[in-house]
C-alpha cells in the first residue's frame, strides 16, 4: 500500500514530504493507522547528524493509533485497537526485559537502523530501501511495526495526548521517579524543561519532592514548569545551585536531572556542583556519541562525597506497563498531558515544527495526521 510520509535523505537538509511504499504486515507485525505524531528533539539529533541512522529515513518516534491489520502471530494486539508506540520495543524474553528493564531491550540495537527483525525493511520509495526512526517512522500516514513496539491502550483515551506517552513523557517522569528515585522531601533540580523535562517535573512533584527548581533559558518553559509542579524557576544552573544551597541550609540538592536540549560538559558540571553529599546526578539528554561530557575535576568528589552519575533511558519505564500506568495518572488529574501539546501541524508543516522548536517556542508540537 501506499503512504505518505516525511523521509529524511540527507543530514542537515529538510525533511521532503513524499510517496512511500508500504509492505503488508509479516509474521509478528502490525499495520497501524498513525494518527498523531510528537515532534521530539531525538529526530532532530538526527536530522543535525548528532545520532547516525540509516538513510533515507522516515522520522518520528513517538507516536499514536489505530491497528489497522495484524500477520500471523501477533498475539499483543488486534485490529481496531488504539495503541501508543513504543520508542524502544520490549520483546519480554531477552536477558533485560526478563529482569525487568524494558528500557534496554536487546531489540532496540536496531532501532536507528530501522529495519524490523529479520531484518525486514517494509518501506520502499524513490530513493530506494527506507529504514523508520526507532522501528516506526510516525511521521508517516500508515506504518508497519512489530507488535513489540505497540500498547494497546483505552479506546476512549484521546489519541493526541496519548501518543506523547510513547517517548517523551515517560523518559521524563521516570528520570525523576524511577532513576532519580525521588522521595518525599528531597531537592530537586531539572535542568532544561522542554517535551521531556517538564515531565521530570511532574515525576518529582508526583514523587513527593519538598522542592522542583526548573532551570531553563526561555521564560516561556520556566512558566510552564511552574505551571506544572515546579516551586521555584531560574534561567541559569548557578542560579538554581545559589537557591539550593538556601533552600537546604547550605547542604545543595539532592537529585539533579539533566535534561536540555543537547548534552553538555558544563550542564553536567553545573549539576555536579549544585547538588550535595550522597546526591544522585541523572543523564538523560543526548548529545553526539564523539562528545565528551563528562569531565568533572577533581573526580574525588564524587567518591568522598558519595556521589551517583547515572544514565537513564527511557526514564527506566518498562513501556508494557508503564503506559498504560501513566495513562491512568493522566486520567485521575495526577498527569497534565493536554497542557503539554503547544501546537499542532500537518504533515506538511513538519519543518515548520522543528523550527519552532529550535526557536523555543514549543514544549510538544504535535502532527496530526490527514486520512481519506
Not at 515517560?170 to 518525599?184: D, E, I, L, Y
Amino acid at each position: 500500500m501506499k503512504s505518505v510520509a516525511a523521509v529524511l535523505h540527507e543530514v542537515n537538509k529538510p525533511l521532503e514530504i513524499e510517496e512511500i511504499e508500504l509492505d503488508g504486515p509479516a509474521e509478528g507485525e502490525v499495520l497501524i493507522r498513525f494518527t498523531h505524531a510528537g515532534l521530539c528533539h531525538s529526530d532532530l539529533h538526527v536530522m543535525e547528524g548528532d545520532i547516525e541512522g540509516w538513510l533515507p529515513m522516515v522520522l518520528g518516534h513517538e507516536g499514536s493509533g489505530v491497528v489497522e491489520d495484524v500477520g500471523p502471530g501477533v498475539t499483543r494486539v488486534a485490529p481496531g485497537d488504539h495503541v501508543v508506540c513504543s520508542f524502544i520495543p520490549s520483546c519480554g524474553s531477552c536477558h533485560w526485559c526478563a529482569t525487568g528493564q524494558q528500557a534496554i531491550c536487546d531489540m532496540g540495537a536496531s532501532i536507528m537502523r530501522g529495519h524490523l527483525p529479520g531484518p525486514r525493511w517494509p518501506i520502499s520509495g524513490p530513493g530506494g530501501r527506507y529504514g523508520a526512526m526507532c522501528m516506526l517512522g510516525t511521521f508517516s500516514q500508515y506504518g508497519v511495526i512489530s507488535q513489540n513496539s505497540a500498547v494497546r491502550i483505552d479506546p476512549d483515551l484521546p489519541l493526541d495526548v496519548a501518543a506523547l506517552v510513547g517517548c517523551g513523557v515517560p523518559t521524563g517522569w521516570g528520570s525523576a521517579v524511577n532513576a532519580a528515585q525521588v522521595r518525599p522531601g528531597d531537592g530537586v533540580i531539572v535542568f532544561g524543561v522542554g517535551g521531556i523535562g517538564v515531565n521530570a517535573v511532574q515525576g518529582a512533584r508526583f514523587a513527593g519532592a519538598r522542592y522542583v527548581i526548573a532551570v531553563d533559558p526561555l521564560a516561556n518553559k520556566r512558566e510552564m514548569a511552574e505551571r506544572l509542579g515546579a516551586t521555584h524557576s531560574v534561567a541559569t544552573g548557578a542560579e538554581a545551585a545559589a537557591l539550593a544551597r538556601e533552600l537546604s541550609r547550605g547542604l545543595g540538592a539532592d537529585k539533579a536531572i539533566l535534561t536540555p536540549d543537547k548534552m553538555t560538559a558544563e550542564v553536567v558540571a553545573e549539576a555536579f556542583e549544585a547538588t550535595g553529599k550522597a546526591s544522585t546526578i541523572v543523564l538523560t539528554a543526548m548529545s553526539g556519541f564523539t562528545e565528551q561530557t563528562l569531565r568533572l575535576l577533581p573526580g574525588v568528589v564524587a567518591t568522598l562525597y558519595k556521589k551517583t552519575i547515572k544514565g537513564s533511558l527511557f526514564g527506566d519505564c518498562n513501556p508494557t506497563s508503564d503506559i498504560p500506568r501513566l495513562l491512568a495518572l493522566y486520567q485521575t488529574g495526577d498527569l497534565k498531558l493536554d497542557e503539554l501539546i503547544t501546537r499542532r501541524y500537518s504533515l506538511e508543516q513538519v519543518n515548520e515544527g522543528y523550527a519552532d522548536l529550535l526557536a523555543g517556542h514549543n514544549v510538544r508540537g504535535v502532527i496530526e495526521h490527514q486520512h481519506g
